[in-house]
């Protein structure tokens, strides 16, 4: 059963968005209503190497992490440093791996890697390829860490720039199941161009039977909304419910091409 096949088979426990303010809307309205509680950061961007522990329940795991906290000039900025959705979205996937996420079968593209940290998570957790991506700047301390991870299994870094694409091509060689975002739009300018990068992945799936799970920080109502607009362009778009104890201003959705 293909990754798409066992995400259909959920679909009466995700949310369906078909209006980009109304989504934002009904985000806002649940999440202030449900306590607005102040969000404990698991990462911490001063530290040029920190040590990451999954709670992914049975299949928790501990990973070491390089940062680059100054890779822009300014503490903290970008990919240089991990963010807290690259832990969410890999202990959710840890918790979901266990029960019928089977990964094992996946080739698996994270766009926006920074550090890494989802992409290696998921390739700990089995799945079969997984190619981390961002841009140049960023590959030296992402092959550092990919480096340091790999183990059974196929696990590459390579440049993607949503803009330019890839000059190796390699990452869009074999049809690709899952697409991995986490944490990528904190600007409104990036969206076009995420979502282009995005559905040239999933193209290379000639059955359009590639998946986009995307984790996104709630930061500014209008930049998720124009997101989540441009998402409605091209893609079905779900949201998968997250625990509000985990994180009140954390939002995960599946998307497919339509
Ligand atoms: C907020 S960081 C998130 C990093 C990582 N996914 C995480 O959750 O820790 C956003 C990432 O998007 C990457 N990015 C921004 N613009 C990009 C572009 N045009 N092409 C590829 N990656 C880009 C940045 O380099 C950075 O790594």
Not at 22 to 42: A, F, I, N
Not at 157 to 172: F, H, N, P, R
Not at 184 to 193: A, I, K, S, T
Request: aromatic share 8%.
């Amino acid at each position: 059963m293909s990754f798409f096949d066992i995400i259909n088979r959920e679909l009466s426990s995700f949310v369906a968005v078909t209006d980009a303010e109304e989504e934002v809307c009904e985000l806002y309205s649940v999440y202030y209503s449900s306590g607005h509680k102040e969000r404990v950061d698991r990462v911490d961007a001063s530290l040029s190497e920190l040590e990451i522990e999954i709670n992914g329940g049975q299949r928790s795991f501990t990973l070491t992490i390089a940062q680059n906290p100054h890779i822009n000039g300014e503490l903290g900025q970008t990919g240089g440093v991990l963010w807290n959705s690259s832990v969410l979205l890999s202990e959710y996937f840890a918790r979901r791996s266990i029960s019928n996420w089977d990964l094992s079968t996946l080739n698996i593209v994270e766009l926006g890697s920074g550090c890494g940290l989802v992409g290696i998570a998921l390739h700990r957790l089995g799945a079969k390829r997984v190619v981390v991506t961002d841009q140049r700047r960023m590959m030296k301390v992402l092959a550092k860490n990919v480096d340091r991870a790999r183990s059974k299994g196929q696990l590459f870094a390579t440049e993607y720039d949503w803009d330019k694409g890839s000059e190796d091509m390699s990452v869009l060689s074999e049809p690709v199941d899952l697409v991995v975002v986490s944490d990528c739009v904190y600007h409104e300018e990036v969206v076009p161009m995420l979502v282009g990068a995005m559905r040239e992945v999933c193209q290379s799936r000639a059955d359009g039977k590639a998946v986009g799970i995307i984790g996104q920080e709630l930061r500014s109502d209008l930049v998720h909304q124009a997101f989540v607009e441009a998402l409605l362009d091209s893609f079905i778009v779900y949201r998968i419910p997250v625990d509000p104890s985990v994180d009140t201003f954390y939002t995960l959705y599946a998307v497919w091409l339509k």
